[in-house]
């Protein structure tokens, strides 16, 4: 875990499980790294990435003005599947939330997930912005499934 929170600390992408998918992870607040998840999954810049967090203490970093039921939703179902999207903080750049002024938030729960999230904030990382690895799929709108009309 310490050498893929260096390899992170470094700029570089690395790649974990969730309980939901495998995530293509970098340094949240490092625009080059996050611009590497975009090229290489082939995804549009003004598609939000979701910030990964070790703990509930790293929300209040990422998000502002939290209302009371982000916090009690996120002491219920964290760690887990559920992604909180509230108002960004300074922190969250235009380069995670695609321009817009929300982010996303989770606490994944899946032990090398948080282990590596714990390890990158042990020395000195604030999130790690990661979407599946997947590569990306246009919409719908612009490629039709097989069984729609064009």
Request: include cysteine; proline fraction near 7%.
């Amino acid at each position: 875990m310490a050498a893929a929170a260096s390899h992170l600390a470094a700029g570089g992408l690395v790649a974990f499980p969730t309980e939901t998918v495998y995530g293509l992870g970098a340094d949240a607040c490092n625009a080059t790294a996050v611009a590497r998840i975009y090229e290489v999954k082939g995804r549009p810049s003004n598609h939000p990435l979701i910030v990964h967090v070790a703990s509930m203490d790293g929300l209040g970093q990422w998000a502002r003005d939290i209302p009371g039921y982000a916090i009690s939703l996120a002491r219920d179902f964290w760690p887990g599947p559920m992604t909180l999207v509230l108002k960004r903080s300074s922190l969250a750049q235009d380069f995670i939330t695609g321009g817009q002024d929300t982010v996303g938030v989770r606490v994944p729960n899946h032990f090398v997930a948080l282990a590596l999230l714990e390890a990158f904030e042990s020395i000195g990382g604030k999130g790690i912005a990661a979407p599946s690895a997947n590569r990306f799929v246009r919409s719908l709108q612009q490629q039709p499934w097989p069984w729609q009309k064009k």
